[in-house]
Nanobody, 122 residues
């Protein structure tokens, strides 16, 4: 099976920084796009940032210039460096990956991490 395990969430002050990590493991053939989403209780999950296997990135407007997504393909890990944090960044952050499992190499599947809480407060 395939698992995505996130780490790095927690409490930060406004203006501070946090770095999220998400490691993929298990029966992986190849990994396509990887992304970070976030969700506030009672609201829809929204895309924060995405990165292709080739390293192309895109960001939602509210985080442009403050967040940086990157990935280490050899380590099967995606990162989200969050700088200049604001209270409105408070949410549960989810890792997403589009993966071709080794046990079914002709198809791509969507996998999600369990979520990590990020709270920005003084």
């Amino acid at each position: 099976q395939v698992q995505l395990v996130e780490s790095g969430g927690g409490l930060a002050q406004p203006g501070g920084s946090l770095r999220l990590s998400c490691a993929a493991s298990g029966s992986i053939g190849s990994i396509n796009a990887m992304s970070w989403y976030r969700q506030v209780s009672g609201e829809q999950r929204e895309l924060v940032a995405a990165i292709t296997s080739g390293g192309n990135t895109n960001y939602t407007g509210s985080v442009k210039g403050r967040f940086v997504i990157s990935r280490d393909n050899a380590a099967r890990t995606v990162y989200l460096q969050m700088n200049s944090l604001k209270p409105e960044d408070t949410a549960v952050y989810y890792c997403y990956a589009n993966i071709r499992p080794s046990y079914y190499p002709t198809r791509l599947y969507d996998f999600w991490g369990q979520g990590t809480q990020v709270t920005v407060s003084s």
